[in-house]
């Protein structure tokens, strides 16, 4: 049986040392990692979920990967700096350091939310590293967040290729079904060339709409293209509106 993480606050103390910061407010500390779920089968102990720690962490991640993105990339337009920006602080991006840092085991769960398998979702690890960002912030002030900004997103700023390995058939899901739309439909509708060297192109359709048309050498290659598409018509007609 796999040792509490919470006992003797050991766990605690770990995350400490993975983060680079230590609390001098422990109440905030375990704040940041209490889920409304948890709270809510609490209600009468003082249990304080970090949906505000969340998001406080949310508008200093904005804030202090934005600042890295201007002093690293001097020449990038608004535009790329702003796609980068996104990829960089996807759930995808989030969910990814909230694991490796190990968040998952030291949630305070619900029953429900535990039993549901909490611990591993994308968006509760992704709600909880910025709730932990916020808490560092509140604790230590903007250069200790700074410091945890930096330890995780300098390394993905410079892999070559960033935008590159973007997930568009992702990203235009979440979109949809933010939206309340149907599922993406994507329609091979042309093969050219021979075995070795074939041209896909393939129609993407989204609440009966053709949205894009992609093309790659091979079905998933033009999927992704399409999908870039989409998502670029999409929030194209999203600036239109406001």
């Not at 608004?78 to 840092?101: F, N």
């Not at 993905?156 to 390995?165: D, I, K, S, T």
Request: net charge negative; glycine share 10%.
């Amino acid at each position: 049986m796999n040792a509490d993480p919470w006992e003797n606050n050991g766990g605690l103390d770990a995350l400490e040392d993975r983060l680079g910061h230590r609390f001098k407010d422990r109440d905030i500390y375990i704040e940041a990692l209490t889920h409304s779920s948890y709270a809510n089968e609490h209600r009468g102990e003082s249990v304080r979920p970090n949906e505000r720690l969340e998001f406080l962490g949310d508008a200093v991640l904005d804030l202090l990967v934005s600042d890295m993105l201007i002093a690293e990339r001097p020449d990038a337009t608004e535009g790329d700096l702003s796609k980068t920006r996104s990829l960089l602080v996807s759930e995808t991006s989030l969910s990814t350091i909230g694991s490796a840092l190990g968040l998952g085991p030291l949630l305070r769960l619900g029953k429900g939310e535990e039993l549901s398998g909490g611990r591993e979702k994308k968006s509760l690890l992704a709600d909880a590293f910025e709730a932990v960002l916020g808490a560092v912030y509140m604790d230590g002030g903007i250069d200790a967040a700074r410091r945890l900004v930096e330890a995780h997103f300098f390394p993905v700023l410079a892999e070559p290729g960033l935008l590159g390995r973007r997930d568009f058939k992702t990203s235009l899901q979440e979109l949809c079904q933010a939206r309340g739309l149907g599922l993406p439909v994507y329609r091979v509708v042309e093969e050219e060339g021979p075995d070795h060297a074939k041209t896909f192109r393939v129609d993407l359709v989204v609440d009966g709409v053709r949205r894009g048309t992609g093309t790659g050498r091979n079905k998933k290659e033009a999927e992704q293209d399409a999908a870039r598409i989409a998502l670029d018509t999409l929030s194209l007609a999203d600036e239109k509106i406001s």
